[in-house]
Nanobody
Framework: QVQLVESGGGLVQAGGSLRLSCAASGSIFRISVMGWYRQTPGKQRELVAR???????DYADSVKGRFTISRDNAKNTVYLQMNSLKPEDTAVYYC????????WGQGTQVTVSA
């Protein structure tokens, strides 16, 4: 079973930046589309960015131009660089495959203060 471990969240002021990391176990990472998702209380988890094996990316409209997803297949790691953060970006962020699998990591909390 693949394990996903997210890190890098924290408290930041609006306009600030954070870089999230997700380490995945297993070789399947290298042949899989990966994504970053986020969830706030009372709302469904949403996909905000995804990246193919070859590095093609796609973003939700709400983060386009501010977030950048990348991956290092040698390290089995996917990243999310978040710039110009807004209070509405506050959420728990998770990485997973696209489409997602049932096994989720613990996520990492991102809190953006106004």
């Amino acid at each position: 079973q693949v394990q996903l471990v997210e890190s890098g969240g924290g408290l930041v002021q609006a306009g600030g930046s954070l870089r999230l990391s997700c380490a995945a176990s297993g070789s399947i990472f290298r042949i899989s589309v990966m994504g970053w998702y986020r969830q706030t209380p009372g709302k469904q988890r949403e996909l905000v960015a995804r990246i193919t094996v070859r590095g093609s990316t796609d973003y939700a409209d709400s983060v386009k131009g501010r977030f950048t997803i990348s991956r290092d297949n040698a390290k089995n790691t996917v990243y999310l660089q978040m710039n110009s953060l807004k209070p509405e970006d506050t959420a728990v962020y998770y990485c997973n495959f696209v489409p997602s699998r049932d096994s989720w990591g613990q996520g990492t909390q991102v809190t953006v203060s106004a």
